[in-house]
């Protein structure tokens, strides 16, 4: 197994207050790792530490590169994203304007840096449509291609923002509770969208989720993050029998 | 008038078959504005003016648009590129103008010009936007707004406080365009009908061009940008460098439009560079509908013409402000596509139309 | 150059002159501050409001009663309830709105154009000026500079209202609610404050602040319908380089604007209109939070 991201003890420190505490983990290829823990524990912060949202106060972040891993460290969002890491957001955050297909093609255009070309038709290149339209497929959006995003429901434009994601081609995607506002239908749908993609194209995924179901479901392992540290840390079995997690669980419970 | 000349005859009798026979088809539209517009110019001579202005303006909106409508920056310091464009052309008849003809001769020297000051003044305008705009795209929203006007009103106070005497002041630089001699007529450059040709060509060629920008990969990312910068950056778009990019852009075609006013109206005036000025973009587009290509064009066309007709009323002169300030907060309040959008809507409503995803035209 | 050539220029006078207008530019930018602070608008017809303040009470002394204060005061309120009005029927809606922040600055701009349109078509183009009042009609002399009493008067007035506004801001319920709101809106909204009234209040309070500002120079200044576009780019000026949302950045912003505005083209004759210009760009550049910190500080 490969590493695919890598945290050596990460820290954020605003003011008096530790958010995230010395994290080190290492994230394996075509995984799904999900990243619990009461509120306040950090889990915000560690995602905008390794999306380049906020520059840690010490440690590094490191993503896997043509030769080995690459340190993306304090790097602004869009050179992360670059580097292979691709994330969806807790609040839905799509080009609400455009089009389904046009919300696609955007992320397609960013990945191959054709976004400079300012003469031809941005729907002209074949390939580039052929690759849009298999995103499309592949995660069943594309018989609402054509219509605005702010014309869609809640469950499908989260789908838009896992396709925004998928279209990019990371090596890592992060998502943060994609299940969030979701009726039960529309969550077993993205579950299967998950577990799909990370069988067919073997994507390693990285999920924070408030539904322990969705989480027992789909993680092969899961981190908990308490007070901005590891609690602890292994398959779901192991980790969700755990006392201490519990604990952590129960002791916010009545904040 | 533009893209059709170089299709092939066959193109050329379909356009025309498809022009005369099936109805309203989009080429019986285009040539009937084709021929609108050239009859334009045998109106008289202040409705050719009028007219003039209003392409003049609707380009100085278009650009704007491509910043405000298209990538979500409030500029109101885009004036500072008018003026670059009406001064640029200004300031090169004034100082260049008897060098080029010792080069040329004098028979086409004007022609040679204002053809070169067109050229000169648009590089003033770019190499002006670049520091400003990369500058001015490290902020957003109010901040960005406020940071462009003062970057207009700097340049503003130094045409008035007239460095070396290059800007003349509050008095502004004339602008003589000059004749030449054509098989032994005198013909001059400024004059109405050709002014109003010559203009007519550049901004529909650069009108095309920003319809093609728009409409590209670039304009795609554009949008994207308006409606998420945040996303777009999570997509690997550098979003700053991407602003920066479209600033200069927009600068450019604003100050195509500068220059092509100062030959129009004979003088480079330092209110082109004031904030007043560059309010009157704002006002057109927004009026017109910023999310819709053509919401400037039209946006011009109201602001021009309802002023002018505002002052056929000798009660009403000089009180279109308070039309058009009503206009903008009911538009921004309760109409935010603008006219264009009514239009449309008024459209669906008399024909039934599907207007949503026709012409090409809109945004999105 | 040198100092011993320069130094006796700057006369006493000078100085008053230059805090003297420093202190009407503060009203209208403490005012404009206020509102950025607590409602997130910028408010673009803050010079109008101003200007119009200058009207009303030119028309209350030459058509209702001959008593200058009085003027001041009803042309100050008058300004105010146009100012609330404005809020409430344009810009309350588009509080919620994704990017109402430009669509609020556009609105205001509109009416920038309908104020200045509505005094051209009320008392024409032409500029008014308004009688000194007579308690403080005459002139002081220091030294070999000569200056009118009234403009100590207006420093004196102006730094009163920073002192009450600041009292008002630390130490009263009203202004712990503002400050709590500026803040943080949706936490003062849980906690019971009526956020709409206090918006409607504090723009309200921001205009009354601008039509004082104006009526109190209408016997300074020739008063016209462009009064309003000059001054509300000083007013921007000066929001900048304080810190939007920062009463002290208006005042000492304020003071910095009118003193260059007197005593600067002695200096530097070429460079006076475009220094405020260069120092907004390099404060947004390099302090986008301004050289003071936020509001009540």
């Known amino acids: 197994m490969t590493t695919v991201l890598e945290t050596e003890e ?24 999900s990243i619990i823990g009461p509120n306040g524990a950090g889990k915000t912060t560690f995602y905008n530490l390794l999306t380049g949202v906020l520059k840690p106060t010490a440690g590094t972040v490191r993503l896997k590169g043509d030769d080995g891993l690459v340190d993306v460290t304090g790097a602004p969002p869009h050179e992360v994203a670059k580097a292979g890491l691709s994330r969806s957001y807790q609040i839905t955050n799509i080009f609400e304007g455009l089009t389904v297909r046009e919300n696609v093609r955007i992320a397609r255009i960013s990945r191959d840096g054709s976004r400079m070309d300012f003469l031809s038709r941005a729907d002209s290149d074949p390939d580039m449509e052929a690759d849009v339209g298999e995103i499309l497929t592949l995660t069943g959006l594309t018989d609402i291609a054509e219509t605005p995003c702010d014309q869609l429901s809640h469950g499908q434009k989260r789908t838009v923002e896992i396709a925004l994601a998928l279209a990019i081609d990371p090596n890592v995607f992060l998502m943060d509770e994609p299940t969030a506002g979701m009726n039960p239908t529309e969550t077993t749908e993205i579950v299967s969208l998950i577990r799909e993609l990370n069988e067919e194209i073997d994507a390693t ?19 908990v993050l308490a007070d901005g540290a590891v609690l602890a840390d292994g398959t779901p079995t192991e980790v969700l029998n755990d ?9 916010s419970e009545g904040q | 008038m533009s893209g059709d000349e170089d299709g092939t005859r066959t193109g050329l009798a379909a356009f025309g078959s498809a022009a005369v026979t099936d109805g309203w088809t989009r080429e019986r539209i285009s040539l009937l504005v084709a021929i609108g517009l050239v009859a334009m110019a045998f109106a008289p001579s202040f409705q050719v003016y009028l007219f003039t202005e209003f392409l003049i303006i609707a380009l100085f909106a ?26 640029g052309v200004a300031i090169v008849l004034r100082d260049l103008g008897p060098v080029i003809a010792d080069v040329v001769g004098s028979g086409i020297a004007p022609v040679v010009t204002f053809a070169l000051a067109m050229v000169i003044a648009v590089m003033i305008v770019v190499v002006v936007a670049i520091p400003v705009g990369w500058l001015s795209v490290r902020l957003e929203e109010i901040y960005f707004a406020l940071i462009t006007l003062a970057f207009g009103m700097l340049g503003f106070s130094f045409i008035l ?35 109003y040709f010559l203009t007519l060509g550049i901004v529909a060629s650069a009108t095309y061009t920003i319809w093609r920008i728009v409409n590209s990969p670039f304009g795609a990312v554009c949008k994207a940008i308006r409606e998420s910068p945040d996303r777009a950056a999570a997509l690997g778009i550098d979003v700053t460098h991407h602003r920066w990019m479209t600033f200069i852009l927009s600068a450019l075609f604003v100050g195509i439009a500068g220059a092509l006013m100062a030959g129009l109206a004979s003088v480079a005036s330092p209110y082109h560079a004031h904030w007043t000025n560059s309010a009157t973009a704002v006002v057109a ?13 039209v946006g011009a066309f109201i602001y021009l013409y309802v002023r002018w007709g505002i002052s056929r009323f000798p009660a009403l002169e000089a009180h279109w402000e308070l039309f058009f300030g009503a206009l903008l907060i009911a538009v921004v309040l309760y109409f935010k596509i603008g006219a264009v959008g009514g239009l449309l809507l008024l459209r669906e409503r008399l024909f039934g139309a599907e207007t949503s995803t026709d012409g090409g035209g809109e945004t999105e | 150059m040198n100092f011993t050539t320069l130094v006796p220029l700057i006369g006493i006078g000078d100085i008053v002159v230059g805090l003297s207008l420093g202190s009407r530019l503060f009203l209208i930018a403490v005012g404009l501050s206020l509102i950025f602070g607590v409602l997130g608008v910028l408010n673009f017809a803050h010079g109008a409001l101003y200007m119009l303040g200058a009207y009303f009470a030119l028309a209350v002394t030459t058509s209702v009663v001959d008593n200058f204060w009085l003027a001041v005061v009803i042309g100050a309120l008058a300004v105010g309830v146009v100012g609330a009005l404005i809020e409430v029927a344009t810009i309350r809606p588009l509080y919620e709105r994704a990017e109402g922040e430009l669509d609020q600055l556009i609105v205001t701009f509109g009416f920038v154009l309908i104020i200045h349109e509505l005094v051209r078509f009320i008392w024409g183009s032409q500029p008014y000026s308004m009688d000194t009042p007579a308690l403080f009609d005459f002139s002081v002399t220091v030294g070999a500079s000569t200056f009118s009493a009234y403009r100590i008067l207006v420093i004196g007035l102006a730094a009163l209202v920073m002192l009450s506004l600041w009292l008002f801001i630390t130490r009263t319920y009203f202004g712990s609610l503002v400050r709590g709101t500026s803040s943080d809106r949706e936490m003062a909204s849980m906690l019971g404050v009526d956020v709409p009234r206090l918006y409607t209040g504090v723009f309200f309070l921001g205009s009354v602040l601008a039509g004082l500002g104006g009526a109190l120079s209408a016997p300074l200044q020739s008063t016209s319908p462009a009064l309003g576009d000059q001054v509300i780019i000083d007013a921007f000026i000066i929001v900048v380089i304080g810190g939007l949302g920062s009463m002290t950045g208006a005042f000492v912003g304020a003071m910095i604007i009118g003193l260059l505005q007197s005593i600067g083209p002695q200096f530097i004759a070429a460079g006076h209109i475009a220094i405020p210009f260069l120092a907004m760009v390099l404060v947004l550049l390099f302090r986008p939070e301004g050289l003071f910190g936020g509001i009540g500080e």
Do not use: C, W
């Open chain 1, 243 to 251: 006392e201490r997690v519990t604990e952590a669980y129960l002791g």
């Open chain 1, 10 to 33: 990460l820290r954020k420190q605003f003011g008096e207050l530790v958010a995230v505490d010395g994290v080190s983990l290492a994230i394996d290829d075509a995984d799904i790792t």
């Open chain 1, 205 to 223: 995924f990285v999920v924070t989720e408030h539904d322990m179901d969705v989480v027992r479901d789909i993680s092969d392992r899961i981190v």
């Open chain 2, 62 to 87: 278009l650009g704007f648009n491509l910043l405000y409508g298209y990538t979500g920056l409030l500029s109101f310091g885009h004036g500072l590129f008018f003026a670059g464009g009406s001064y």
């Open chain 2, 285 to 297: 587009t927004v009026i017109g509908g910023a999310t819709f290509f053509a919401g400037p064009i």
């Open chain 2, 161 to 195: 406080q007239n460095p070396g005497g290059i800007t003349n002041g509050t008095d502004g630089i004339l602008v003589l365009l000059g004749s030449v001699e054509i098989g032994g007529m005198d013909v001059r450059l400024g004059d109405r009908q050709l002014y």
